[in-house]
């Protein structure tokens, strides 16, 4: 309740009524923090709170048994989403010092949480996880918890939790298991796993002894600092350090206290007492993936002049196209004229806001044309496809830049049609010879052999088009250093069901220090504004040759797409820069038995792409590929992608074949994780190209797909805006 004192002051000048308002105190408020194994928690125990959406969290906690490292991304409002890579300090990866020397055991998880329940005056938020849910099993677990909050400006503020847990977080079986009630299948846990490790064991779920816990998270009056505690429902008693290692883990009490440390808006540190004999310690860094917005030194607009020539033939071509390129972002610019139009065919690769690059081009098309032209439209070349066209009012531009009108916006000058320029080419700023150079680093993590795989060196790009359609292009890697030769994967004797795809990806990094990745010709045809194909040969990435093409049906504005891609392929040599296999079955001593490679063969998908308009599955991608892998498999590939405010991707992907878990191998089927940052929220320059980071668990040769240098999706982009959508973070 807001308090008004009023007071009254005698002066010199007569008496002043003074109005004093003082404000209330206010607790500070209680923001979700992580626990020690990722996701929002206590300690050991998670709790039914989630994070805000977009939150990104990067977390190290160490212990005597344990060092964990996890990320977190809160994917929705009401989906968390944890990796983590657990590093047993007592056990060894393998007992064959041959095979992992003395690597410690490392097991990769995931865990989800998924929010019930909105917490309200009378409901606590509700949540259920499943821990560990696609791995080997060291911590798998579910449970269901509920958190009430209670504030208090004087005291703080209280988070409350309550649960049950199965699995690791049901070992102290305190409570029957109310699911046993239900059915006898439920009253015990299978205690088999699915072998190989990376399968989900949804057999086990919520079955067996399960578990009470609880606790309070206490967010003290001085901001950075707050409290928990908590009741632990596992017994540890099947923990690695003790199953594997001998190691004694039995609590001395189920009570654990913590401390957490807030430092500003971008880390936690964080120190518990568990098990009443052991310290743990973390540190947390986070972001927020929907609050990331772009900070830009760029060239200002230009403000509508009146010098403009007087006829075309006065228009000094060379720098219209400079200053589009240098003020508007469009590059390699070709120019038509046709009677009061003039027409640009031009690469946007500047600005994901498209009305920024309108208003931009248009500013510097009023100025350098003369009174005679009343229209400029933009055509945005795609690789070998052109965009459909925008078409701008020189007089509703000119409009909107003197402010003519109220709430004025570039939109109102901007119109849409699927023409192309028709007359002849006027100026030709199009240069048909490209290059590039820049680093590039392949990783993978938590590999029996080492923790850390990589391999970094500097990879030049060069292009050539021949015709407006037609490109040569190819891309050379010079390796600087790798650490791939510890890789000791060899061909198992039962494991030549399927021909060494990815698995040989060591020879093809050590046989010469600059590799060529990629030497292709590429044709690119619009069939109309919905359909288009491109065809192409040669050494189609650092693996494989071969010849393809793929097919796209795309309609403007549609939030769904259609494809195939159809692939000849032979698998390349690499002990040759230009060579192929010519025989399917090969012998190296150092891979073990003879194994297959693909000397002749095929791969191909029919793909879906699915945008979703429902608010809770808000700015995602959906994408569906069925068909043939490169190793002969055949199943289906999921990939879900979801865009945050800032344009930020997160994405995740996996493969389903024929293949069974044993075949395939450790791991049980092909998965992985992507993250897609724009430049222009790292930079202080506006730019429209990304940076990509991929991590796959574990590389194996069953479910893998073809790397192909361009994809029909992206090319054709400005239908439906997905990687080119404009920051809807805060405002730069």
């Not at 309740?1 to 003074?18: A, D, E, F, N, Y």
């Not at 938020?125 to 099993?137: C, K, M, P, Q, Y």
């Not at 006065?314 to 004229?337: F, H, P, S």
């Not at 999706?713 to 959508?725: G, S």
Request: aromatic content about 14%; some cysteine; overall charge negative.
């Amino acid at each position: 309740m807001t308090l008004i004192r009023t007071s009254l002051t005698l002066s010199l000048m007569g008496p002043v009524l003074v109005w004093a308002q003082e404000m209330p105190f206010e607790a500070p408020p209680l923001q979700p923090s992580q626990m020690d194994f990722g996701g929002v928690g206590l300690m050991q125990m998670p709790t039914g709170r989630m994070a805000p959406e977009g939150e990104f969290n990067f977390a190290l906690t160490g212990s005597d048994e344990y060092l964990f490292y996890n990320v977190t991304l809160q994917v929705m409002p009401w989906l968390e989403t944890t990796i983590r890579y657990t590093r047993v300090n007592d056990v060894l990866y393998s007992e064959d010092p041959s095979f992992s020397g003395d690597t410690k055991f490392t097991d990769k998880g995931i865990d989800l949480k998924i929010r019930l329940l909105e917490e309200s005056q009378y409901l606590p938020e509700l949540s259920v996880g499943i821990r560990d849910f696609a791995g080997t099993g060291l911590f798998d677990g579910e449970f269901v918890a509920a958190t009430k909050r209670y504030s208090n400006p004087n005291v703080g503020s209280f988070d409350f939790t309550l649960g049950m847990g199965w699995g690791y977080l049901g070992t102290r079986d305190n409570i029957s298991n109310p699911a046993c009630k239900l059915s006898d299948k439920y009253c015990e846990r299978p205690s088999d796993f699915k072998g190989n490790g990376g399968s989900v064991d949804f057999e086990r779920w919520f079955k067996g002894p399960s578990a009470l816990f609880g606790g309070v998270e206490y967010q003290t009056l001085h901001a950075p600092l707050r409290f928990k505690l908590e009741y632990d429902s596992n017994d540890y008693s099947e923990d690695y350090p003790v199953t594997r290692g001998k190691v004694d883990m039995t609590p001395h009490t189920p009570w654990n206290f913590g401390v957490l440390y807030r430092l500003g808006h971008m880390a936690d540190l964080r120190v518990s007492y568990e098990r009443g004999d052991t310290l743990v310690a973390g540190v947390n860094l986070y972001t927020n993936f929907n609050k990331m917005p772009s900070f830009w030194r760029d060239t200002p607009t230009p403000e509508v002049g009146d010098q403009q020539p007087d006829q075309l033939s006065d228009v000094d071509w060379q720098r219209v196209t400079e200053e589009l390129d240098k003020i508007a972002g469009y590059e390699n610019t070709q120019i038509y004229v046709e009677e009061d139009t003039v027409s640009i065919v031009g690469e946007q690769k500047k600005y994901r806001d498209r009305n920024e690059a309108h208003e931009k081009a248009a500013a510097v098309l009023y100025n350098q044309m003369p009174e005679s032209v009343n229209i400029f439209t933009i055509n945005e070349r795609n690789g070998g496809l052109i965009s459909d066209q925008a078409i701008i009012s020189k007089d509703k531009y000119r409009d909107f830049a003197q402010v003519n009108y109220i709430e004025p916006k570039i939109e109102d000058a901007v119109s849409t049609s699927n023409d192309t320029p028709q007359s002849e080419l006027t100026y030709d700023g199009f240069k048909r010879f490209d290059y590039g150079f820049s680093p590039q680093l392949v990783q993978t993590l938590g590999a029996a052999e080492t923790f850390y795989f990589f391999s970094v060196g500097l990879k030049g790009e060069a292009s050539y088009w021949l015709t407006d359609q037609l490109e040569v292009g190819g891309a050379l890697y010079w390796d600087w250093y790798n650490n791939y030769d510890k890789f000791n994967y060899v061909t198992p004797p039962d494991g030549t069901t399927i021909p060494r795809v990815r698995t040989m990806f060591r020879a093809y990094r050590d046989e010469y220090p600059v590799t060529m990745q990629n030497l292709q010709l590429t044709w690119f045809q619009e069939y109309s504004d919905t359909m288009d194909q491109q065809f192409y040969a040669g050494y189609l990435e650092s693996m494989f040759a071969g010849v393809g093409t793929e097919f796209l049906y795309r309609p403007q504005g549609a939030n769904w797409a259609i494809g195939a891609d159809v692939n000849l392929i032979s698998q390349r040599d690499p002990q040759s820069y230009f060579g192929v296999y010519d025989e399917k079955w090969q012998y190296v001593p150092e891979y073990g038995d003879p194994f297959q490679v693909i000397d002749k063969g095929f791969t191909g998908f029919v793909s879906a792409y699915y945008y979703p308009q429902w608010d809770f599955l808000s700015n995602l991608m959906i994408q569906v590929d069925v068909g043939q892998f490169l190793g002969g498999d055949v199943g289906t590939q999921l990939n879900v992608a979801k865009q945050f405010d800032s344009g930020v991707i997160a994405g995740a992907y996996a493969s389903f074949t024929n293949l069974t878990a044993d075949e395939f191998g450790e791991g049980s089927f092909t998965k992985g994780l992507y993250i897609s940052i724009p430049y222009d929220i790292m930079t202080v320059k506006p730019s429209n190209n990304r940076a990509n980071f991929s991590w796959q668990p574990l590389t194996r040769d069953g479910g893998q797909k073809l790397n192909r240098k361009y994809d029909l999706i992206k090319l054709t982009d400005e239908r439906n805006p997905w990687f080119q959508r404009p920051n809807r973070s805060e405002v730069k």
